[in-house]
């Protein structure tokens, strides 16, 4: 029943900023734990931030700490990813995902049961 749809993607420059929303269909997330992953060409998939259910407790990787921000507004049934002081590191396709039976954030790829199609960043020199 639940769909994730990205939106948001685009090309920017180095030091620009976009933000990326995930809007969710057929279910709310008010008990769900989301996160966004990013996949470069060649590279495995990996996290980037999640967010608990509450929206009380964020976890970023480091390499985006200080820069992106998840939140959620789960009257909209909808998460978002502000992304800050962008860098050409971080151009790849960001999947955003839900862990429909967890309540505590990991960055493991296998926890998250839903996934959406994906949505390119490109950040230029």
């Known amino acids: 029943q639940v769909q994730l749809v990205e939106s948001g993607g685009g090309l920017v420059q180095a030091g620009g900023s976009l933000r990326l929303s995930c809007a969710a269909s057929?279910?709310?997330?008010?008990?769900?734990?989301m996160a966004w992953f990013r996949q470069a060409p060649g590279k495995e998939r990996e996290f980037v931030a999640g967010?608990?259910?509450?929206?009380?407790?964020?976890s970023y990787t480091d390499s985006v700490k200080g820069r992106f921000t998840i939140a959620r507004d789960n009257a909209k049934n909808t998460v978002y990813l502000q992304m800050n002081l962008l860098k050409p590191e971080d151009t790849a396709v960001y999947y955003c995902a839900a862990d429909m039976g967890g309540q505590a954030i990991l960055p493991l790829r296998w926890k998250y049961d839903i996934w959406g199609q994906g949505t390119q960043v490109t950040v230029s020199s």
């Open positions: 967010i608990r259910a509450s929206g009380r407790s964020t």
């Open positions: 057929g279910r709310t997330f008010n008990n769900v734990v």
